[in-house]
C-alpha cells in the first residue's frame, strides 16, 4: 500500500491478509494488530512509526538492536527501519501509526524538531509511558475508532480525524520532551550540527534557500552538511529543504487566506510565476488547485 507517494506498505515476509487496518489514508496507516506471524520475521518500514504494545510481550531487532516491548511501552521510529526476528508472547496484542514526513510536519509543524532530535540524534527507540498516560491514549483511540467506523457523508470527518490524531500527536510530544531530559546527552558533534541545521530551517520563516547559506551559517561546507544529513537521516540537506518548504507551502494555501503574491513573498519566491511553477512540479496541481482541494 502507497500514501503520499511513500511506500507505506509493509515490505515483509512476516505479515499476512491477516492484518486488522483500522484506518488508512493518503498520510496515515494505522494497524490494529497482527493476528500471526510467519517465518522468518522481517519487515522494512518505510515510514514513521509509532507502535504501541497494548498487551504481552515482545522481542524485536530494530535495526540489528535487539528490543523488549512491553504492555505500556512505545516503539518509536523513522523510515527506513528494519524489523526482524520477532518473538512475541501468546497474547501480544498492539497497535501501530505508520505516518508520512508530510503528516509529521502538519501534525507537530514548530514541534517537530523534538521529533527529529530523539529519532535521528539519541536514536530513541523503545519508550515506557505511565499507565494513567496508556489509558489516555486508549480513549483517544476509542473516540477514533467510532468514527473510522461511521459510514455517514459528513463533510467534516476528515477533519475530525485529523484534529483528534494531532492531539495524540502533541500528547505524544509532550511525553517525548520529558523523555528527553531523563536522558543524558550523548550527541556526537556531527549529530549536534545536525539538529542546529534542523533548528535553524524550522525557525527560518523564509526556508527557500540553497543548501550553502544553511552551511554558512554553521561554518561548513555545503558538501560537510549533506554528508551530514546523509548519515544522520538518509536524506540529504536539499531534500529536507524542500521538504520542510513544501509544507509551509500547503499551510498558507490551505490554512490561510493570503493572496499568492503575499505567499511567494512570506515564502521567498521571487514571483508568482516561479512559484506556480514549484508548486506544479513538486504537487502536480497549481496553486489553486492546491488550495480550492
Not at 536522558?183 to 542546529?196: G, I, T, V
Request: hydrophobic letters at 40%; proline letters at 3%; one cysteine or more.
Amino acid at each position: 500500500m502507497q500514501i503520499g507517494g511513500e511506500d507505506i506498505g509493509i515490505q515483509s515476509l512476516p505479515v499476512n491478509e491477516l492484518v486488522d487496518v483500522g484506518y488508512y489514508d493518503d498520510d496515515m496507516l494505522i494497524i490494529d494488530n497482527v493476528k500471526s506471524f510467519i517465518e522468518p520475521s522481517f519487515a522494512r518500514i518505510t515510514t514513521n512509526f509509532i507502535v504501541v504494545c497494548t498487551k504481552g510481550k515482545s522481542v524485536v531487532e530494530v535495526n540489528g538492536e535487539s528490543l523488549q516491548l512491553e504492555a505500556n511501552h512505545l516503539l518509536v521510529g523513522v523510515p527506513n527501519v528494519t524489523l526482524s526476528n520477532f518473538m512475541v508472547s501468546l497474547d501480544f496484542e498492539f497497535k501501530a501509526f505508520l505516518f508520512t514526513n508530510r503528516l509529521l510536519q502538519r501534525f507537530l509543524h514548530e514541534k517537530v524538531g523534538l521529533w527529529n532530535e530523539l529519532m535521528y540524534a539519541r536514536q530513541l527507540h523503545v519508550m515506557p509511558i505511565e499507565e494513567e498516560n496508556a489509558r489516555l491514549l486508549k480513549k483517544f483511540y476509542d473516540i477514533l475508532q467510532i468514527i473510522f467506523k461511521e459510514q455517514d457523508d459528513n463533510p467534516f470527518r476528515t477533519d475530525i480525524i485529523q484534529s483528534l490524531l494531532r492531539g495524540v500527536f502533541l500528547r505524544l510530544c509532550g511525553l517525548l520532551n520529558l523523555k528527553r531530559h531523563e536522558m543524558q546527552s550523548q550527541a556526537k558533534s556531527s549529530d549536534m550540527l545536525f539538529l542546529q541545521f534542523l533548528k535553524i530551517l524550522g525557525e527560518m520563516q523564509v526556508k527557500h534557500q540553497p543548501v550553502d547559506f544553511f552551511a554558512r551559517a554553521l561554518c561548513i561546507t555545503s558538501k560537510n552538511l549533506t554528508q551530514i544529513c546523509k548519515k544522520n537521516s538518509g536524506k540529504t540537506a536539499s531534500e529536507w529543504i524542500t521538504e520542510h518548504v513544501l509544507e509551509d507551502i500547503r499551510y498558507y494555501l490551505k490554512h490561510t487566506d493570503l493572496g499568492l503574491k503575499q505567499i511567494c513573498d512570506r515564502l521567498g519566491f521571487s514571483n508568482p510565476s516561479f512559484f506556480g511553477k514549484y508548486v506544479k512540479r513538486h504537487f502536480g496541481v497549481t496553486p489553486i488547485e492546491l488550495r480550492n482541494r
